[in-house]
């Protein structure tokens, strides 16, 4: 069967200072959709639609709120199996290193220099996943995904995203995708 995925289409370059973290009476307003075999190829078909690249190696960025941690560590792992480099914040990069990872620390915006945005902007940094911390964070997670969007580097907001977006990446590194019109799709899938 076939895998249907919408991603958000806005034109958040046009509107400086806004961060792009969609609340929910924004998540369906532009969007496109990418159809594929499985999650990974729909995922993919859907970035590349709504005009985003996912970098197929690299370094990732990863800061995630507590309570996202410990599935982050999964994600990690698979970023780092399909030959990423990772970095993240020093709470996030504590926790992967206690699950046997190999992490680079990145300063975040209010620690110091040379800091994630430094990284960013020097092109050091090619996927940030970084779900939003909450008020106390507030200026470093809006910084990093402003950041993120003007230098065009993939930034993953939530947990769901950045198990598509690894499943994505995997794909694209095992095959050419393939374009297929609606109507030609059957029960077989697509």
Known sequence: PAVFVKAPVFPFRRFAGVDPVL???????????GVGRNLGEAFAKAWLG??????LTGTAFVSVIDRDKEATARIAADLADLGFSLVATAGTAAFLR??????GDVLKI???RPHVGDQMINREIDL???TP???LSHEDD????ETALKFD??????????RAAVEAIRTLRERELEVRALGDLDSAGA
């Open 110 to 112: 209010h620690e110091g």
């Open 50 to 55: 709504a005009g985003h690249q996912l970098p």
């Open 133 to 135: 911390m909450g008020q």
């Open 23 to 33: 609340g929910p009476e924004m998540k369906s307003t532009g969007e496109v959709m």
């Open 142 to 145: 809006s910084y990093i995904r």
């Open 98 to 103: 206690g699950r046997d990872l190999e992490v």
């Open 153 to 162: 580097i993939p930034c993953i907001t939530t947990l769901a995203g950045a």
């Open 128 to 130: 940030v996943i970084n």
